[in-house]
């Protein structure tokens, strides 16, 4: 069930492991902000970060094989993408609530995401891996490879411009200050995710176009990091949500007047999960330590 580990594999194994600690701290996170709030950002990140927790072991178990290929090259493929699909179903969701929940963005959301699950069940269906006396031999379809990294591009840049529009239509001159505030925050929070998984779709799109997209027993190349790559990239993105929970909370927390209509406005876009005195501050995540005032 070995090979030799050669640079790619051991570079795939630390960048899944350093994903594997942080979804166990974010599952852990998730769980006890789900318990505060029921609301369904935390529960999308409590699936999430399950998926990110198999992720690892499922794809260093299929690099490694040498028997039952196609079984376990599957097996991988469906929590890869169950995992990719539900960080875009956790922006989607974030930008629909952001952009006061617009049917317009609803429709866009919903295209999205099936297009994404058309090009996963096409990506099950066309890539293979057989097995030889050497070992598994990998062979990723390029046309699925092309699709998925630009369906997580193009959900990447809907997110963010939806987020735009919403802050120059939703917040006036006259808003209070905390609301435009808000905004800026929420606008910093997708434009940062975005840009940090965009360039990873962005490289495996074009690693995608100009290489060669199969694994050769014993002869590894970065094919095998590019998805070790995005578990620990989605990973961070998702989880780093509790760094920008406590910028939001800080936020409202800031004395202000502002009427019942911007009161609500806030408590919507912010989708806060509030820390209402100083013990509760140790509940803040050791991922992402709390901010210094």
């Excluded at 975005?194 to 360039?199: F, H, N």
């Excluded at 209509?261 to 989708?271: A, G």
Aim: aromatic share 10%; charged share 15%; with cysteine.
């Amino acid at each position: 069930m070995s090979m030799s580990l050669e640079a790619p594999i051991v570079t795939a194994i630390f960048l899944c492991a350093m994903a594997f600690e942080n979804a166990s701290k974010g599952l852990i996170l998730s769980i006890q902000k789900f318990g505060q709030s029921k609301t369904p950002v935390p529960a999308i990140m409590i699936v999430a970060n399950i998926l990110s927790l198999a992720f690892g072991p499922m794809y260093i178990w299929s690099i490694l094989a040498k028997t039952d290929c196609q079984d376990s090259s599957l097996a991988f493929k469906v929590v890869m993408h169950l995992f990719f699909t539900s960080f875009s179903f956790f922006l989607l969701y974030k930008t629909w609530i952001v952009s006061q929940k617009r049917t317009l963005v609803a429709v866009g959301a919903v295209i999205l995401i099936l297009n994404r699950a058309a090009w996963t069940v096409l990506d099950w269906m066309w890539s293979k891996s057989e097995e030889t006396k050497f070992g598994c031999h990998y062979i990723q379809d390029k046309t699925a490879i092309v699709g998925i990294s630009t369906g997580g591009i193009a959900v990447d840049i809907f997110c963010t411009g939806a987020t735009i529009i919403s802050a120059f239509r939703d917040v006036d001159d006259d808003a209070s200050s905390k609301m435009q505030r808000i905004y800026r925050v929420l606008i910093a929070d997708n434009v940062l995710r975005t840009l940090s998984v965009m360039a990873v779709n962005a490289f495996t799109l074009n690693y995608a176009m100009y290489s060669n997209l199969s694994i050769v027993p014993g002869s590894p190349t970065i094919m095998v990091v590019i998805p070790a790559i995005s578990n620990f990239v989605y990973t961070q993105a998702i989880n780093i949500e509790f760094f920008w929970i406590n910028v939001r909370n800080d936020i409202l927390k800031t004395p202000e007047h502002e009427n019942e209509l911007e009161r609500e406005h806030i408590r919507m876009t912010s989708v806060q999960i509030r820390y209402d005195d100083q013990n509760d501050n140790e509940k803040r995540s050791p991922v992402f330590p709390p901010r210094n005032h």
